[in-house]
């Protein structure tokens, strides 16, 4: 069995042919060869690194355990703190050295679809998509990220009918991948006249961008209407068949998009969103998983199915999948997401490491 160090020395053998192949002239014609050496050669960067760090600090401690013997008086004490501080460093490098050694996301570092949708609710669940679809516009601007409206299509009472979002980072897709599920929440809504609470919910879909290198679309493939785009209540809002409806007759997918006044800005919006689509389903089916695109995230969309509630007469909210409770209600829809999102990624490692030393 090959131990960590063999391994470590293979990756950093890996990381220099990496490297020698980027500054080959015929890679940077090749954009997906690429994109995919270029993605290796960060994660492998950052796996040396980490392994660099971790020997310098070893062989310190070992140093300081020497001289901490062969000392005496003030020196003795002295080498005894370098001890110290070198055994206090070393769980944390090495915890975040079997980190990085953990199976990659093959998302990571994709920038992320975001789609939001009222479900079971009536227009409370509309209402509330429109609560969530500000939350994460704060939260993007909180992480630095730049969020761009692919499209949204109001309610009748101010809410959202459904909003898709193209946010872009670097660990975008690594913070907002649990996200996605059914999320309830539990208030007094402003129809309500006796002041009873309803529960309702909305669903949130997360999908890795897919860039034209990653999925190849046949035109021949693609069923393509035209329509007059329309608002709350069905009123026209264009005098001009800008809204487009995209069918990708293989798989059956539909994308609309009717946000732009130009039928060929949705038309482009409209294939970022299936690109995207095809990418996740093709993932999923090469891990396979059954079902629709969406099924294993969103479920029916029914109450029962959630991950999140969000109780506003005690400002609580409650992950289900980790059962952590705040009462913090007001931060969390300000865009204060971090709490969990953290206990959330946490949660996903220690299963991973459990998984890694079962093997």
């Given at each position: 069995?090959?131990?960590?160090?063999?391994?470590?020395?293979?990756?950093?053998?890996?990381l220099?042919?990496v490297?020698?192949?980027?500054?080959q002239?015929d890679?940077?014609?090749?954009?997906?060869?690429?994109?995919?050496l270029?993605?290796?050669?960060?994660?492998?960067?950052?796996?040396n690194?980490?392994?660099?760090?971790l020997?310098?600090?070893r062989?310190d401690?070992?140093?300081?355990?020497?001289m901490f013997?062969?000392?005496s008086?003030?020196?003795?004490e002295?080498?005894?703190?370098?001890?110290?501080?070198?055994?206090?460093r070393?769980?944390?490098?090495?915890?975040?050295?079997?980190?990085?050694?953990?199976?990659?996301?093959p998302n990571?570092?994709?920038?992320v679809?975001?789609?939001i949708?009222?479900?079971?609710?009536?227009?409370e669940?509309?209402?509330?998509?429109g609560?969530?679809?500000?939350?994460?516009?704060?939260?993007?601007?909180?992480?630095?990220?730049?969020?761009e409206?692919?499209e949204e299509?109001?309610?009748?009472?101010?809410?959202l009918?459904?909003?898709?979002?193209?946010?872009?980072?670097?660990?975008?897709?690594t913070?907002?991948?649990?996200?996605?599920?059914?999320h309830?929440?539990?208030?007094v809504?402003?129809?309500?006249?006796k002041?009873?609470?309803?529960?309702?919910?909305?669903?949130?879909?997360?999908?890795p961008?897919?860039?034209?290198?990653?999925?190849?679309?046949d035109?021949?493939?693609?069923?393509?209407?035209?329509?007059?785009?329309?608002?709350?209540?069905?009123q026209?809002?264009?005098?001009?068949?800008?809204?487009v409806?995209?069918?990708?007759?293989?798989?059956?997918?539909?994308?609309s998009?009717?946000?732009?006044?130009?039928?060929?800005?949705n038309?482009?919006?409209?294939?970022?969103?299936?690109?995207s689509?095809?990418l996740?389903?093709?993932q999923?089916?090469?891990a396979?998983?059954?079902g629709?695109?969406?099924r294993?995230?969103?479920?029916?969309?029914?109450?029962?199915?959630?991950?999140?509630?969000?109780?506003?007469k005690?400002?609580?909210v409650t992950?289900?999948?980790?059962?952590?409770?705040?009462y913090?209600l007001?931060?969390?829809?300000?865009?204060?997401?971090d709490?969990?999102?953290?206990?959330?990624?946490?949660?996903?490692?220690?299963?991973?490491?459990?998984?890694?030393?079962g093997?």
């Open positions: 069995m090959r131990s960590l160090d063999d391994t470590l020395a293979a990756l950093e053998d890996e220099r042919s490297e020698t192949a980027l500054a002239p890679v940077a014609a090749d954009l997906t060869r690429l994109r995919d270029s993605r290796r050669h960060k994660e492998l960067a950052e796996i690194a980490a392994w660099v760090a020997k310098s600090v062989e401690l070992a140093t300081a355990r020497e013997t062969e000392s008086g003030d020196d003795r002295q080498w005894r703190e370098e001890v110290t501080a070198a055994e206090t070393l769980p944390g490098l090495e915890e975040a050295l079997e980190t990085l050694l953990l199976p990659r996301d990571e570092g994709r920038n679809i975001l789609e949708r009222g479900a079971e609710g009536g227009e669940a509309n209402l509330f998509a609560d969530l679809a500000e939350m994460y516009r704060r939260y993007a601007a909180l992480r630095g990220w730049k969020l409206v692919v299509r109001e309610s009748d009472h101010g809410g009918d459904e909003a898709t979002y193209l946010i872009k980072g670097d660990d975008a897709w913070r907002l991948a649990h996200e996605a599920g059914v309830r929440v539990q208030r809504p402003v129809t309500e006249a002041g009873r609470v309803h529960t309702s919910s909305a669903t949130v879909s997360v999908l961008e897919a860039e034209e290198v990653d999925v190849a679309i035109p021949n493939e693609l069923k393509i209407d035209v329509y007059r785009s329309s608002g709350p209540g069905g026209s809002v264009n005098t001009t068949d800008s809204a409806r995209i069918t990708h007759l293989p798989t059956g997918i539909v994308v998009m009717q946000d732009e006044k130009s039928q060929i800005q038309r482009a919006k409209a294939l970022i969103v299936l690109r689509r095809l996740k389903a093709a999923d089916a090469q396979n998983e059954l629709d695109l969406k294993s995230q969103l479920g029916g969309g029914g109450r029962s199915e959630k991950i999140r509630t969000y109780n506003f005690e400002n609580r992950d289900h999948r980790i059962n952590l409770t705040n913090t007001d931060a969390v829809l300000a865009g204060d997401l709490p969990y999102i953290d206990a959330l990624l946490a949660d996903q490692r220690t299963r991973q490491l459990a998984e890694s030393d093997r």
